[in-house]
């Protein structure tokens, strides 16, 4: 390809409208172009980028033995309804009428459309396993679209279903595609962890997250410094054992704060340490009061209130919710008279809270002394908090530590939660009909190409990996005007080409300047630079990752780049 006629406009400034480094180079070296927010076009250099990953993603699927196929993204509301997701799936669902009237959305995931196509063509056992994927474009009409093409609101995505016999086939199922996204991840050679994840409005019990580790994740790794646990902070099980302070049991007293209604001003206020607070938060759930308990220190994790109450909905009360159930506002709540209707939840780490202090119901107000059992009760105590950095690793080996991800890949049991709702069953063996079980796993490959970027670059621009790279190789002439150098670029990119390379030629008339600079921001892995030497036959190669150089002759030039590029 010759550059003077290549789609590939760079910018030398920083788009102001761009908060990290891959959303930055991204649109510098031309690779994407914004169409509206949230929504880009892929340029050639980005569109061969997605297609490397594409393959590599199609490679590995059909090792595992997936098959191919293409679903609609227009998918009409009565699938949804059907699955129950209509309503429960949120804003998000981009939702369009047609000139009849008929409702439908843009698909931003397919288990409706999927669960379908199977129950109306597979009926036996003898067809099953059966492991379906595409790889097409996905619609969320995201609240707030940032950081490029990590978080927008069109997106290409590979999404895989599978369906099986029973939940011992489905184990292997996950494990084949487990192991294939694996290896997709370390070819695309990205830093990631596999943790244990929540599924969310998918459905489902078992998940993992394949998250990419970077400063700007927008989720928070739990990982053990002694072992290879990692889970995502929202569903990372806190195993603490908490002792009760040694002390007489105090009478309760109410003592005026006012205006303090933070666990720190409380806490400062009342010269007691944060560990004696309890913290209380009314939450509504699925319609319903219900007050959670933590310890001052502690934060709520709604997560786990919407897994320990088999919940859909899970949201904090509002202000006028705080008074309608607790006759007061937010900051100054407690569990002590609480209206009987209100369910009381509390983590563990409230049991062992002796002559501690919560809010008294009234504002500018608040109790110490409190103690379960005499001045409050819970219905149920559970893990309802976020894991710390500090805690033990709930696999009993080492400490917790943080990082920060991007979600990349997302792998799901679902079970029967698609198949039950929408009639996918099977005549099993002995002729009785049976739900199909299913997985779901997904890739955001829009997002794998930004998380490449995000994790190899420098500050002159991009450094690609050699297997999702546009280009393997830059040749760049110094200076089109001399025969010789024109001549013997030419000709090396005949050879180069007619060996495989791909293969981009900077036969601009451009300044050497420029084009060294659109090269580092280009990030190809070898640079081939036309210069003085050329009437010797020979050439500067640079390594785009460690900046090497060497001189090469024209005749050693393959198997150098072999070398290079395949070791």
Known sequence: MKQSTYLAPTLRDVPSDADVKSHQLMLRAGLIRQSTSGVYSFLPLGLKVLQKVENIIREEMNRAGAQQLLMPAIQPAELWKESGRWEAYGPELMRLHDRHNREFALGPTHEEVITTLVRDDVHSYKKLPMTLYQIQNKFRDERRPRFGVLRSREFLMKDAYSFDTSFEGLDISYDKMYDAYSRIFNRCELDFRAVVADSGAMGGKDTHEFMVLSDIGEDTIAYSDESDYAANIEIAEVNVIYKKADEAIKEIEVVDTPGKKTIEEVSAFLNLPVEKLIKSVLFIVDDKPCLVLVRGDHEVNDVKIKHLLDAQIVEMATEEETKKWMNTVPGYIGPKDVNKDITIIADHAVEAVVNGACGANEEGKHFINVNLGQDFTVETFADLRNIQEGDPSPDGKGTIRFKEGIEVGHVFKLGTRYSEAMGAMFLDENGKNQPMIMGCYGIGVSRTLAAVVEQHHDENGIIWPSAVSPFDIHLIPVNMKQDDQRELAQELYEDLTSSRFEVLMDDRAERPGVKFKDADLFGF??????????????VELKVR???????????????????LLYK
């Open 545 to 563: 990752k460690t900046g090497e150089t060497l001189e090469v002759k024209k005749d050693e030039l393959v198997t150098t780049i072999e070398s």
């Open 525 to 538: 892995p070898i640079r081939i630079t036309v210069g003085k030497k050329a009437n010797e036959g020979v």
